[in-house]
Structures are given as C-alpha cells and as structure tokens.
C-alpha cells in the first residue's frame, strides 16, 4: 500500500479489456497516407489516487481500487504531400469514458464525483514542412501546433473540481541541410519552441501547487557528418 492516511489499506490488480480496429492505408500514388482506429476498454477496479486533503495536505495521497471504467475513443492520423515539396500532416484524438461503482474503502458511493485523470477529451496536432532545393543545399521550413483540451488532475471531484485548462504549443525551424564542404557535410538550423510563450498550468498537485510550460526558447544548431 502506499496511503498516506491508512497504511494498512491495500489495492488489487486492475484488470483490462481492450478491443480496438484500425486502418492504415494510402492514396494518390502514395502523396496520402491516412490511418485511423477506434478503441474500447473496460477496466475493472480501476487503480486511482485520491488526495483526501487537496487543498489544505495535499502531499497526502490515497491509492485504491475505485470501480470500473470504459473507456472509449477514436485517433485519426493524415499525412499529405501537396506539391513535391510541401508536406502537411494532421492527427486528431478524441476519448470518452464512464466510471461505475466508485466505492471507497469507507464504504461511500463516490461514482458521481471520481473522474478519470489526464485524459482530454480532445486534442489534435497539424505540421507543415516545405522543402527548397538550391546549389547549396536544401532548405527546409517546418512547423507544428499541438493542442489538448481541458482534463482532470485529480481523480476526486468532491472537494471541487482541479483542472488543467486546454493549452496550445506551436514550434518552429529552419535548417540547410546537406551543405557538403571541408570534407563532410553540414547542416544549420534555428530553432523555437512555444515561440507564442504560452504559459499555461501543464501540471497541478492538489489544488494548490502548478507547474507551467516550459517558456518561449530559441536556439540554433550546427551539426557535421563526415
């Protein structure tokens, strides 16, 4: 058991059922790659940890079996060269789920207050690459925007609801690569992540205590092959 409150309470194996169909496929001479797959998943005494105390001790924090869940959801990746140079991608999730019979140790019915934690319901990414040839070597521009919906940080909703609130991250770079010169070949990029400088909670501990996005960065690279 690891219960800060009773150490003497142990909790069971959970055990999972997962049923899932997938596709994979290509189109178009193979400039459209789309793969998609529809999940299901039913746990039975689902393992969660509860912090008794959120807001006052919430370095306190109970582990116990608490029902069972199904768990649902669908994840769709497209992949597309638009020209032989341009190159866009998107991927999309979405998950659902139930919990059922969330009895506690104490005997109380918490089905209606215990939410299953980190899992947005939404969440999507899209990237873009653009690729120039020159005598120099090949340039090449890429960005990507991921973005996740809200979702629960904590498994026990009756002391109030704690929530990591939906964030979006775009990254960027630039590179020239295969740059052959002094007898290898070279590459030199810039680069930026959470260039916007989102500043978002990514991360709660209790209800009191966050951490956050890590801030806007820029950096470069020179990287030599021989």
Same mark, same amino acid.
């Given at each position: 058991?690891?219960?800060?409150?009773?150490?003497?309470?142990?909790?069971?194996?959970?055990? /999972?059922?997962?049923?899932?169909?997938? /596709?994979?496929?290509?189109?178009?001479?193979?400039?459209?790659?789309?793969?998609?797959?529809?999940?299901?998943?039913?746990?039975?005494?689902?393992?969660?940890?509860?912090?008794?105390?959120?807001?006052?001790?919430?370095?306190?924090? =109970?582990?116990?079996?608490?029902?069972?869940? =199904?768990?649902?959801?669908?994840?769709?990746?497209?992949?597309?060269?638009?020209?032989?140079? /341009?190159?866009?991608?998107?991927?999309?999730?979405?998950?659902?789920?139930?919990?059922? =019979?969330?009895?506690?140790?104490?005997?109380?019915?918490?089905?209606?207050?215990?939410?299953?934690?980190?899992?947005?319901?939404?969440?999507?990414?899209?990237?873009?690459?653009?690729?120039?040839?020159?005598?120099?070597?090949?340039?090449?521009?890429?960005?990507?925007?991921?973005?996740? =919906?809200?979702?629960?940080?904590?498994?026990?909703?009756?002391?109030?609801?704690?929530?990591?609130?939906?964030?979006?991250? /775009?990254?960027?770079?630039?590179?020239?690569?295969?740059?052959?010169?002094?007898?290898?070949?070279?590459?030199?990029?810039?680069?930026?992540?959470?260039?916007?400088?989102?500043?978002?909670?990514?991360?709660?501990?209790?209800?009191?205590?966050?951490?956050?996005?890590?801030?806007?960065?820029?950096?470069?690279?020179?990287?030599?092959?021989?």
């Amino acid at each position: 058991s690891r219960n800060a409150t009773a150490f003497n309470q142990p909790f069971d194996n959970a055990d /999972l059922t997962s049923i899932e169909h997938g /596709l994979k496929s290509e189109w178009m001479d193979q400039r459209l790659r789309l793969n998609g797959a529809a999940f299901y998943m039913e746990v039975e005494d689902i393992i969660l940890d509860y912090l008794p105390f959120p807001v006052t001790a919430p370095q306190f924090v =109970d582990t116990f079996n608490s029902g069972d869940a =199904d768990i649902w959801g669908v994840e769709i990746d497209a992949q597309a060269a638009l020209t032989d140079h /341009l190159l866009v991608g998107f991927s999309y999730a979405y998950l659902d789920y139930d919990i059922n =019979d969330a009895v506690f140790p104490d005997g109380s019915d918490r089905t209606d207050t215990t939410e299953l934690v980190w899992a947005p319901e939404h969440a999507y990414a899209v990237t873009a690459d653009y690729t120039i040839p020159t005598g120099l070597g090949e340039w090449l521009f890429h960005l990507d925007y991921s973005w996740q =919906d809200d979702q629960f940080a904590l498994a026990n909703t009756d002391s109030g609801e704690v929530v990591v609130s939906d964030f979006g991250l /775009l990254n960027a770079r630039v590179s020239l690569s295969q740059v052959e010169m002094f007898g290898g070949n070279w590459q030199f990029a810039v680069w930026g992540r959470n260039v916007t400088d989102e500043d978002s909670s990514n991360y709660k501990i209790g209800a009191t205590a966050n951490t956050y996005l890590e801030p806007g960065a820029w950096g470069g690279e020179i990287i030599f092959e021989y």
